[in-house]
């Protein structure tokens, strides 16, 4: 039991030190030896945890998500938020994690674009990796319409209002380098203003 635990937290530590490879350097020229640098291990023991950088890369994304969306799961059970408060927070929340790693987000659009390139489908590798956030956006809004907060409307609509404000946030803050959160969060806001019965 002691080797699985190890392994694990060996493959979670490898994760978190390859993120800031790829910031640096950027998914092409991240290389398996400068991971394996900058976990202090050779590139054979990380071939025991990874089989290739595109998996290293996968995976330090999908942690990078899965700990945002522990975070914001929390607040769909919380009886002192009402449905408007929880939606302003996880926005609020989830531009302030884009903007805390922009650099990262910049290598993940730079990726995605070779994906493209090579004819893959991103659209769907994408929604992929995001179900979970939109699951907790529909969840809260039903709610908000259940209890008469928000007006009765079409969930996948308002739904996919709020997603696309998040995808524009992530350009705007990955791509144009706005640093400064104030105008997206306030469109954000008023997005939701605009869900109130």
Do not use: P, W
């Not at 350009?171 to 400064?180: E, G, K, M």
């Amino acid at each position: 039991m002691a080797i699985i635990v190890e392994h694990d937290k060996r493959k979670q530590e490898i994760l978190q030190k390859s993120l800031d490879v790829f910031i640096e350097e950027g998914y092409e020229d991240a290389t398996f030896q400068k991971i394996a640098d900058r976990c202090g291990i050779t590139r054979t023991t990380l071939y025991i945890y990874f089989k290739n950088k595109h998996e290293i890369f996968l995976g330090s994304i999908k942690e990078l998500l899965s700990e945002l969306e522990v975070s914001l799961k929390d607040v769909i059970s919380d009886k002192s938020k009402s449905s408007a408060e929880k939606l302003r927070f996880i926005l609020k929340t989830i531009t302030e994690r884009c903007e805390e790693n922009s650099k990262l987000f910049s290598v993940l659009l730079n990726y995605l674009m070779q994906l493209k390139k090579s004819g893959v489908d991103t659209n769907s590798r994408v929604r992929r990796r995001v179900i979970k956030m939109h699951h907790i956006l529909v969840t809260i809004i039903i709610q908000g319409i259940r209890s008469g907060e928000f007006k009765d409307g079409n969930v996948k609509i308002m739904e996919e209002s709020l997603y696309a404000l998040i995808e524009s946030a992530i350009f705007r803050i990955a791509v144009l380098n706005q640093s400064d959160l104030t105008g997206i969060q306030a469109s954000m806001n008023r997005t939701v203003d605009s869900f109130l019965a």
